[in-house]
Nanobody
Framework: QVTLVESGGGLVQPGESLRLSCAAS????????MGWHRQAPGNPRELVAS???????NYADAAKGRFTISRDNGKNTMYLQMNSLKPEDTAIYYC?????????WGRGTQVTVSS
């Protein structure tokens, strides 16, 4: 079993920053990919950024230049540094881990960007 727990969300003003964390536990050896997705009310869940076990990263166009995904294997934790936040970044942010073809999701953390 794999457990993913997100943290770091909150209410910020436009232009501010947040760092999200995703702590992974359980049977996570040999994971293939981890990532962040988000879902705003009325919208489908969408990719924000991902990172492979080899360290390759991928970003949605909306995240490029503002967000940075990283991981600390020693802590089994993935991060999403979000800078220059915009109101349209408001969403629930979910952590994803893919291992052996199986997707595991966290419960999400709310990010609200509002003045």
């Amino acid at each position: 079993q794999v457990t993913l727990v997100e943290s770091g969300g909150g209410l910020v003003q436009p232009g501010e920053s947040l760092r999200l964390s995703c702590a992974a536990s359980g049977f996570i050896d040999n994971w293939n990919l981890m990532g962040w997705h988000r879902q705003a009310p009325g919208n489908p869940r969408e990719l924000v950024a991902s990172i492979t076990s080899g360290g390759n990263t991928n970003y949605a166009d909306a995240a490029k230049g503002r967000f940075t995904i990283s991981r600390d294997n020693g802590k089994n934790t993935m991060y999403l540094q979000m800078n220059s936040l915009k109101p349209e970044d408001t969403a629930i942010y979910y952590c994803l881990l893919i291992r052996s073809g199986v997707n595991y999701w966290g419960r999400g953390t709310q990010v609200t960007v509002s003045s």
